[in-house]
């Protein structure tokens, strides 16, 4: 008798705990499909990226679950030590190469999910791209104009486009390179004439990998002001890759990539003192991934002897990180 008891009890606890469930489950539901997704207001979105290239049996992990947002009408740039995924991520962004695994979202195209058409209309219309080798631009046969007309041909819109070619190349400052073929340009006239290239069909985002690698730093501060013009007069979101300490303190926002994940970045602002004297004001962030991951500088990490573990203390406006002190 009492065995039934207690099963019937249990039996009717279970109920109400299952009714619990179901009603906290339908409410989880609902919060989680109000929440805005990952990114949603975000004109570039990659969502944990891997890319493994694998050669000869060999696995190389270039890219191990990578996260990033870019805004609309953002000038940023990405920078990281050799090997550490830069390009691997530009040429996904440039729709040249495809991700393992994650999710990548560009001006609302699905890069995983594009089939062979709309990836070359995605190459086409919606990005533009400026690489290293100032020779891979531009077609040396054709005239910078012509060069910079070509992609209007290409998408069809053949109307305006000389009118729009000479447009292009006055706003970057070269006007006077028209009528040249590339043999007859300085490398920096050269990849001012690659950014007019690449923005000839007007594209929603700029990706440019080194684009002032094989210039002097004279040289390269004229590429990057052609970048920033651009970025300015047309509002074009540009991500440059670049080792060029010039250019990376220059931009608003640098986002440092390490082991094939963003792992720290750079934000820059104007702050405008009591004398009303601006000034730059950088401040440098940890990145924090969704599952709530976080790394820690080395210099800081050592500077405490932190190693394997450390003791978190949530306060009312920071979390504290303290050394391991359980075996003192
Ligand atoms: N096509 C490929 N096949 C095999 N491995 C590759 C390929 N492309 C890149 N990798 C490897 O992926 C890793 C990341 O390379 P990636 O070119 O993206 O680096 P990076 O940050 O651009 O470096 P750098 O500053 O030297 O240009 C490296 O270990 C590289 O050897
Ligand atoms: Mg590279």
Redesign the pocket.
């Known amino acids: 008798m009492t065995k039934t008891d207690t099963s019937s009890r249990s039996g009717a606890a279970r109920a109400a705990a299952d009714t619990t469930t179901l009603e906290e489950l339908e409410r989880r539901a609902t919060a989680h499909r109000d929440r805005p997704s990952y990114g949603h207001d975000a004109l570039i979105a990659c969502d944990r990226l891997v890319r493994i ?1 694998t ?1 000869d049996g060999v696995e ?1 992990q ?1 890219l191990q679950g990578l996260d990033l947002l870019v805004k609309e009408g953002e000038l940023m740039a990405l920078v ?10 530009m040429n996904i962004l440039a729709g040249l190469d495809v991700p393992t695994a994650g999710a990548a979202r560009v001006a609302g195209c699905d890069l995983l999910a594009m089939d062979g058409k709309a990836r070359l209309r995605y190459r086409r219309e919606v990005v533009g791209f400026v690489w290293q080798q100032t020779a891979r631009n531009l077609l040396p046969y054709l005239t910078a104009a012509q060069n910079v007309a070509l992609p209007m041909q290409l998408k069809g819109r053949a109307k305006r486009k000389a009118e729009r070619a000479e447009e292009l190349l006055a706003m970057l400052g070269i006007a006077d390179a028209r009528d040249r073929r590339p043999h007859q340009l300085s490398g920096g006239q050269q990849q001012r004439v690659a950014i007019a290239v690449a923005l000839a069909n007007n594209p929603s985002v700029l990706l440019a990998d ?1 684009p002032t690698g094989e210039l002097d730093s004279a040289t390269g501060e004229q590429v990057f002001a052609a970048f920033r013009r651009a970025n300015e007069e047309l509002g074009t979101t540009i991500v440059i ?1 670049t ?1 060029d300490q010039a250019v990376a303190s220059e931009v608003r926002r640098t986002v440092a ?1 390490r082991d094939g994940r963003t792992s720290s970045e750079v934000l820059r602002r104007t702050e405008v003192d009591e004398q009303g004297m601006e000034s730059l004001v950088a401040r440098e962030y940890a990145m924090l991934d969704r599952a709530g991951r976080l790394q820690l500088p080395a210099e800081y990490t050592q500077s405490l002897g932190m190693e394997h573990r450390v003791a978190l203390e949530l306060e009312q406006d920071h979390i504290g990180v303290w050394p391991d002190d359980a075996e003192r």
Do not use: N, R
């Open positions: 290239f050669t190389v270039a990281g030590a050799s090997g550490s995924g830069k390009s691997t991520l080194e890759v080792h990539i």
